[in-house]
């Protein structure tokens, strides 16, 4: 026989009958957990399920994404944590359902723009590179642009001595800095995502999903030069983590994701 069980809001299973024994055995399964199959009418907490309550039916069971309804309707995992609740007791918005102790959180992420009863897709090593690529040519230009305006690219074409020169270079650095710094602080603070990855169709968000603040944008964009030290291999890390993030993403706890 196969089973179906609860784990976490989201269905799971089949089990046969010795791993299912084996889930009770380990505590995986406890005496609250929501149980199914084939046979019985609705689900069930485990220690209620006995041979006299089975009821025929060929209704699948019902998967629960992200919070959904459980099957017969008197009860649903909540989207934030997990636990299952009578649905009396629970707000619904869409096909989520969230219990009262989370509905604070879940308002917030709502207001913030959050995504709320489904998984974030985590973007890759590469359309990032390309992203970075994008925002680094048009700093570039900007950077190339004020150097020009500033007379030193003519200065240098005429043969004006380097070391009258030296003030401009190190004035301009600082400059080409601020730009940088100012850029992404603003874009990512306030659109979640730069113009390079924009176009990618990417954004930095929070570990839960959330909008990003000036601050740790800010904190981001500095935290990208330890990244870039040694070979880059912290933008490297970003291509073997699970949650594609790279050592500045650690740093600062943010993910980049694919924006719908």
């Not at 089975?54 to 309804?69: D, F, I, Y």
């Not at 299952?84 to 869409?94: L, N, R």
């Amino acid at each position: 026989m196969n089973w179906y069980y609860v784990d976490g809001g989201q269905q799971a299973g089949p089990v046969s009958d010795p791993e299912l024994a084996a889930l009770v055995q380990s505590g995986k399964v406890q005496a609250d957990t929501l149980v199914w199959h084939e046979g019985m009418s609705n689900w069930q907490p485990y220690r209620e399920v006995k041979p006299s309550e089975l009821r025929l039916s060929t209704a699948p069971p019902v998967a629960v994404p992200g919070g959904g309804a459980i099957p017969g309707g008197a009860e649903a995992a909540c989207v934030e944590c997990g636990k299952v609740f009578p649905t009396s007791e629970m707000i619904q918005y869409g096909d989520t359902r969230v219990c009262a102790n989370c509905k604070p959180i879940f308002v917030q992420k709502l207001a913030e723009g959050a995504r709320v009863g489904q998984a974030m897709e985590y973007a890759g090593f590469w359309i990032r590179f390309v992203a970075i690529f994008m925002d680094g040519l048009l700093l570039w230009i900007a950077n190339f642009v004020i150097s020009l305006a500033a007379g030193l690219t003519a200065a240098q074409a005429i043969g004006v001595d380097s070391e009258r020169l030296s003030p401009v270079r190190f004035v301009l650095f600082f400059v080409e800095i601020a730009i940088g710094a100012a850029y992404e602080t603003f874009m990512v603070g306030k659109y979640g995502a730069t113009l390079g990855k924009m176009a990618c169709k990417l954004r930095v968000v929070t570990a839960d999903g959330g909008r990003i603040s000036y601050l740790r944008a800010f904190g981001r964009h500095f935290a990208k030069i330890l990244s870039g030290c040694v070979c880059a291999i912290g933008y490297i890390m970003a291509a073997f983590d699970s949650e594609k993030r790279g050592l500045h993403d650690h740093i600062c706890n943010t993910r980049v994701i694919r924006s719908q």
